[in-house]
T-cell receptor
Framework: AQKITQTQPGMFVQEKEAVTLDCTYD???????LFWYKQPSSGEMIFLIY??????QNATEGRYSLNFQKARKSANLVISASQLGDSAMYFC??????????????FGTGTRLTVIP | DTEVTQTPKHLVMGMTNKKSLKCEQH?????MYWYKQKAKKPPELMFV???????INESVPSRFSPECPNSSLLNLHLHALQPEDSALYLC????????????FGPGTRLTVT
């Protein structure tokens, strides 16, 4: 079974609007971490935001926020006030066994976001 | 310095060639990673080094040989590759093996002819 599912292969958003990128995950671990990375066409994976399974508040980093719904096993990324530079591939990822120091980072298939001027 | 660097940026090699990819970080991170990313696919973990020791090998063929000469440097030696090995090879590092975020380098685009 897929550990991370991103159901939107591509998304379009008007500049200055907000956009939500969907991510659902599957794990039986109690301790896990959820990540969002941005990958521009240059190839570099840029870390955006992290949410721990025990964090009670949704993570926020500038224009990025993570809508974490633990019971639904979803970790959607919200980008507010979209900019042209936000056009990129976005990957949701999960690491299980955070407290045991496990290293495997499982990635979803990604969502390509295009910001329209 | 919050950067992971990778060289070369692009590499074209024949199936009989031997080449190496290099990754460097000067953030004092003690875990380093190699990922392989095929076009339009997510990255897949290949190797993990923790404190300069190989801790994870995700059943990678022996034609890929990792090396960690010191805590700042990670190499990936390539020999007798196949055309299907063409991909973007990403290096990453994290402060500790179980640390939250991994910092990625820009990758090496490898083409095997």
């Amino acid at each position: 079974a897929q550990k991370i599912t991103q159901t939107q292969p591509g998304m379009f958003v008007q500049e200055k609007e907000a956009v939500t990128l969907d991510c659902t995950y599957d794990t039986s671990d109690q301790s896990y971490g959820l990540f969002w990375y941005k990958q521009p066409s240059s190839g570099e994976m840029i870390f955006l935001i992290y949410q721990g399974s025990y964090d009670e508040q949704n993570a926020t980093e500038g224009r990025y926020s993570l809508n974490f719904q633990k019971a639904r096993k979803s970790a959607n990324l919200v980008i507010s006030a979209s900019q042209l530079g936000d056009s990129a591939m976005y990957f949701c990822a999960m690491r299980e066994g955070i407290r045991t120091g496990a290293n495997n980072l499982f990635f979803g298939t990604g969502t390509r976001l295009t910001v329209i001027p | 310095d919050t950067e992971v660097t990778q060289t070369p940026k692009h590499l074209v090699m024949g199936m009989t060639n031997k080449k190496s990819l290099k990754c460097e970080q000067h953030m004092g991170h003690r875990a380093m990673y190699w990922y392989k990313q095929k076009a339009k696919k997510p990255p897949e973990l290949m190797f993990v080094y923790s404190y300069e020791k190989l801790s994870i090998n995700e059943s990678v063929p022996s034609r890929f040989s990792p090396e960690c000469p010191n805590s700042s440097l990670l190499n990936l030696h390539l020999h007798a590759l196949q055309p299907e090995d063409s991909a973007l090879y990403l290096c990453a590092s994290s402060l500790e093996p179980g640390a939250y975020e991994q910092y990625f380098g820009p990758g090496t685009r490898l083409t095997v002819t």
